[in-house]
């Protein structure tokens, strides 16, 4: 199915998903953190990456975003090696939220999901009623519409991260890309974001992947989850699959029973207690 996409027609190669990785390898200064990584991301689904620190999730992340360059392999987005592609193209398409970005100070919420519009801008075309509509419904999605008039640096970190989500979504590409989206916050927080995030993929259709730290709640939520270990995939598929005892073991040097939640059918992990360490007291 061809689908109109900000004036442009972009038909996805039959059979193959929107974004796509083929053998990559990339890293910094020469040295190789990520190897020969092939995946395919599910159309409309949410994808999410974990495994120990310095394993390559950010690595592979910011190669698929065309902002770090590969030294082997390819990515592809809509068909074409996003490396080959001009960059204003690729942020019409594909949306990159890195690790703790940081607001200007002063800068207002709705300014700041304003940039998201920015790839879309020209000398031909300057803001419109088109983006204006664009943001509020962004911000309206992200639930931070009555914080649009405050500064950024006013919010609690929860909040701030919600007015990132919205300048992704302000950017209106079909793929998202967030890393780390969740450090630092609340589990309740997390929880909210996921949400929120799960929603965009399943409701509105759009590709979503995700950096994660927290084992429980990539599960929770991941209807792809991909374990990476030393620059490689360990272990991929659905939840139900991907995320078992064997593979905490391999990829986290984690023991841990994997058990399943009553009432959403999705794993848990609970790390096994070390042996003689006594119970707190009752």
Same mark, same amino acid.
């Given at each position: 199915?061809?689908?109109?996409?900000?004036?442009?027609?972009?038909?996805?190669?039959?059979?193959?998903?929107?974004?796509?990785?083929?053998?990559?390898?990339?890293?910094?200064?020469?040295?190789?953190?990520?190897?020969?990584?092939?995946?395919?991301v599910?159309?409309?689904?949410?994808?999410?990456l974990?495994?120990?620190?310095?394993?390559?999730?950010?690595?592979?992340?910011?190669?698929?975003?065309?902002?770090?360059?590969?030294?082997?392999?390819?990515?592809?987005?809509?068909?074409?090696?996003?490396?080959?592609?001009?960059?204003?193209?690729v942020?019409?398409r594909?949306?990159?939220?890195?690790?703790?970005?940081?607001?200007?100070?002063?800068?207002r919420?709705?300014?700041?999901?304003?940039?998201?519009?920015?790839?879309?801008?020209s000398?031909? @075309?300057?803001? +419109?009623?088109?983006?204006?509509?664009?943001?509020?419904? /962004?911000? #309206?999605? *992200? =639930? $931070?519409a009555?914080?649009?008039?405050?500064?950024?640096?006013d919010?609690?970190?929860?909040?701030?991260?919600?007015?990132?989500?919205?300048?992704?979504?302000?950017?209106?590409?079909?793929?998202?890309?967030?890393?780390?989206?969740?450090?630092?916050?609340?589990?309740?927080?997390?929880?909210?974001?996921?949400?929120?995030?799960?929603?965009?993929?399943?409701?509105?259709?759009?590709?979503?992947?995700?950096?994660?730290?927290?084992l429980?709640?990539?599960?929770?939520?991941?209807?792809?989850?991909?374990?990476?270990?030393?620059? @490689?995939?360990? +272990?991929?598929?659905?939840?139900?699959?991907?995320?078992? /005892?064997? #593979?905490? *073991? =391999? $990829?986290?040097?984690?023991?841990?029973?994997?058990?399943?939640?009553?009432?959403?059918?999705?794993?848990?992990?609970?790390p096994?207690?070390?042996?003689g360490?006594?119970?707190?007291?009752?």
């Open positions: 199915m061809i689908r109109q996409l900000h004036g442009m027609q972009i038909a996805p190669t039959a059979g193959r998903p929107r974004l796509s990785v083929e053998g990559v390898s990339a890293g910094y200064g020469g040295a190789s953190i990520v190897q020969d990584v092939s995946l395919d599910p159309d409309g689904a949410l994808t999410v974990v495994g120990p620190n310095g394993c390559g999730k950010s690595t592979l992340l910011k190669a698929m975003a065309r902002v770090l360059p590969v030294s082997a392999g390819r990515v592809l987005l809509d068909g074409e090696p996003v490396h080959a592609t001009p960059t204003r193209d942020a019409r594909l949306a990159l939220l890195p690790q703790g970005p940081v607001a200007p100070e002063g800068l919420v709705r300014e700041l999901v304003a940039q998201g519009r920015f790839p879309h801008q000398l031909l @075309r300057q803001w +419109s009623r088109e983006d204006a509509r664009t943001v509020e419904g /962004a911000m #309206a999605a *992200a =639930d $931070v009555q914080f649009a008039d405050r500064p950024v640096s919010l609690s970190g929860g909040q701030r991260q919600r007015c990132w989500i919205a300048m992704v979504l302000a950017q209106e590409t079909e793929v998202i890309l967030l890393d780390e989206p969740t450090t630092f916050l609340d589990l309740k927080v997390q929880i909210d974001l996921m949400t929120l995030l799960r929603r965009i993929a399943r409701d509105e259709g759009r590709t979503l992947v995700v950096v994660l730290h927290e429980n709640v990539a599960a929770a939520f991941a209807d792809l989850l991909v374990m990476m270990k030393d620059g @490689r995939i360990a +272990s991929q598929g659905p939840v139900g699959q991907a995320f078992t /005892a064997e #593979a905490l *073991a =391999d $990829v986290f040097g984690l023991e841990a029973s994997v058990l399943t939640d009553p009432e959403s059918g999705r794993p848990v992990c609970v096994r207690v070390a042996r360490l006594p119970l707190a007291a009752q």
